[in-house]
């Protein structure tokens, strides 16, 4: 009898591990909440800046300790939210919002369970041809091998509907899905020709491309620009600087979108609302130094650009600080 008993309490043990092991929103006594931010390729911005939210919420908020993880981007990022295979996640507004509301890319799916914490800086599309080319403008991608996003990403979302604005499709190109840091090595291999990618300026791994090779930026004019914002409102109007990127010397007009921080329904509400106060606020200036486009930034800021209903726990410190009624 007393053996059956044992027995019976180490199988309900055991199944009670798997399922707290199991559950992202369970940590055991005395341990540490575990979470995992994924980001995108780790040539872009969101890396570093996954890597910097990781760090403050580690640093800052007692009992939690945060990572960030490289991924293929957007939809990928949705997926895993859906999954619960990660906690939080950086994406294009246009895709969460595409996922909550189950249209264009995920029309008869049911809605995401996804809600947002919170924004940051601005990602502009950037179409980069060999100087050595003959690509002055987008018109002239025709017939050339051109790199976008992997497949299904947002970048590569972005690109196929600026492609179509200009009249063209990927039939009209020599297309690969591929990440921004293959973009870049191809470049300098020559085994592409131009590349059109969203991503924050200036993009390190671009950076050493136009070290190394000269390149030139394309431009979208302001008819065009017009026309794209009023179409798609989720899109704004940027500038790529001169001499954000080695050998190029003139501002370039470009398209952007912010980039936003969102979270899976359930996630525990005063966890969230802790971590948007601590990255938002409260260690705002920290995470200032992970990129320069974060120098920009301000509380006020990160409260715009989310396309999603927030997360109650991020609701709860916008309204606290007077930027959500």
């Known amino acids: 009898?007393?053996?059956?008993?044992?027995?019976?309490?180490?199988?309900?043990?055991?199944?009670?591990?798997?399922?707290?092991?199991?559950?992202?929103?369970?940590?055991?006594?005395?341990?540490?909440?575990?979470?995992?931010?994924?980001?995108?390729?780790?040539?872009?911005?969101?890396?570093?800046?996954?890597?910097?939210?990781?760090?403050?919420?580690?640093?800052?908020?007692?009992?939690?300790?945060?990572?960030?993880?490289?991924?293929?981007?957007?939809?990928?990022?949705?997926?895993?939210?859906?999954?619960?295979?990660?906690?939080?996640a950086m994406v294009m507004p246009s895709i969460a919002y595409f996922a909550k509301t189950g249209t264009s890319l995920y029309k008869g799916k049911p809605p995401a369970k996804v809600k947002g914490l919170f924004s940051f800086w601005g990602i502009d599309l950037l179409i980069i041809a060999r100087a050595d080319t003959d690509i002055y403008k987008i018109e002239d991608l025709k017939g050339h091998k051109v790199g976008f996003g992997p497949p299904g990403s947002g970048s590569a979302n972005m690109s196929k509907k600026i492609l179509a604005e200009y009249g063209m499709t990927y039939d009209d190109v020599k297309p690969q899905f591929i990440s921004a840091t293959e973009q870049s090595q191809a470049l300098k291999d020559k085994t592409l020709d131009a590349a059109m990618y969203t991503i924050g300026t200036p993009a390190s791994t671009f950076v050493d491309l136009c070290t190394l090779t000269k390149c030139r930026i394309l431009p979208i004019k302001e008819k065009m620009m017009a026309k794209i914002v009023k179409k798609y409102p989720y899109y704004a109007s940027s500038v790529i600087p001169a001499k954000a990127y080695p050998q190029i010397d003139t501002d370039t007009p470009a398209l952007k979108w912010v980039g936003i921080v969102v979270t899976y329904d359930d996630l525990d509400s005063e966890l969230a609302y802790k971590i948007v106060k601590t990255i938002c606020k409260d260690h705002l200036d920290e995470f200032k130094q992970c990129h320069a486009q974060a120098k920009k930034l301000t509380t006020e800021g990160m409260s715009k650009g989310m396309s999603i209903p927030w997360h109650p726990g991020a609701a709860r410190f916008w309204k606290e600080v007077g930027l959500l009624k």
């Open 1 to 88: 009898m007393r053996k059956r008993i044992i027995t019976t309490a180490i199988v309900f043990l055991f199944v009670m591990g798997i399922a707290v092991a199991a559950s992202p929103n369970i940590a055991s006594a005395g341990s540490k909440r575990l979470l995992s931010i994924a980001t995108a390729s780790t040539g872009g911005s969101w890396y570093p800046a996954g890597g910097a939210i990781g760090s403050l919420i580690t640093k800052y908020i007692p009992n939690t300790e945060a990572s960030a993880h490289p991924s293929a981007a957007s939809r990928e990022n949705i997926r895993l939210l859906q999954e619960k295979k990660t906690d939080l």
